[in-house]
């Protein structure tokens, strides 16, 4: 049986590739959204983040029922809905609290992905590289906002598109190629 098929059959990651790319989708939605609307008023970014924040969460919670890394999507899951429902418990937030509240969330959110991409060997080189590389964004997104933390209101909306644009890309990758490899066991399964 070939690398592929132990992959998954083993339920390492291939089931997981609708949430990997849903992920993808609503960071790709979130990213764009901001870029239509730079000049955008503190309430709706503050609600734009709180809701993918939620989402990503509730997506990060279903995802730890279809794997045995259940520990790194609860800690992703917990992480995101806090992130979200802080969000929303604090409307009057001012920016620099969002800042910095996203910039914890993507640090734990990134350093959970390297993790994985490091120690999972079940994983293809082909998705631990692009595992790392979601990580290594949101890591270093997180640290770029923490320190600049007095960049102005439309650049931190460019930082926060940039990042949710290109974290989007990497998880619909990501997704994509663990689709195939489920696709590929289910054929020779079959």
């Known amino acids: 049986m070939n ?3 132990k992959t998954a059959r083993g339920g ?3 089931p997981l590739w609708w949430a990997i790319e849903g992920r993808g989708v609503l960071a790709l939605l979130f990213g764009f959204l901001a870029l239509i609307w730079p000049g955008i008023t503190l309430g709706v970014l503050v609600a734009l983040f709180g ?3 939620l989402v990503d969460g ?5 995802a730890m029922f279809a794997t045995r890394r259940w520990l790194l999507y609860l800690v992703l899951g917990i992480s995101g809905i806090a992130a979200g429902i802080l969000t929303f418990l604090y409307p009057e937030i001012t920016l620099l609290a969002l800042v910095y509240i996203v910039g914890a969330w993507a640090i734990v959110t990134g350093a959970f992905q390297i993790a994985t991409a490091v120690t999972q060997p079940e994983l293809l080189r082909s998705h631990r590289w692009l595992w790392g590389i979601s990580g290594a ?3 270093g997104f997180g640290v ?3 320190a600049m933390p007095g960049v102005g209101m439309i650049s931190r909306v460019y930082i926060v598109a940039f990042y949710a644009l290109m974290y989007g890309i990497a998880q619909i990758l990501l997704g994509f190629n663990l689709r195939q490899i489920e696709q590929l066991a289910q054929e020779v399964i079959s």
């Open 51 to 53: 809701v993918y924040a």
């Open 58 to 62: 509730v997506v990060s919670i279903m």
């Open 137 to 139: 964004l949101a890591v």
């Open 144 to 146: 770029l906002l923490f």
């Open 12 to 14: 390492a990651v291939g």
């Open 3 to 5: 690398d592929h098929v």
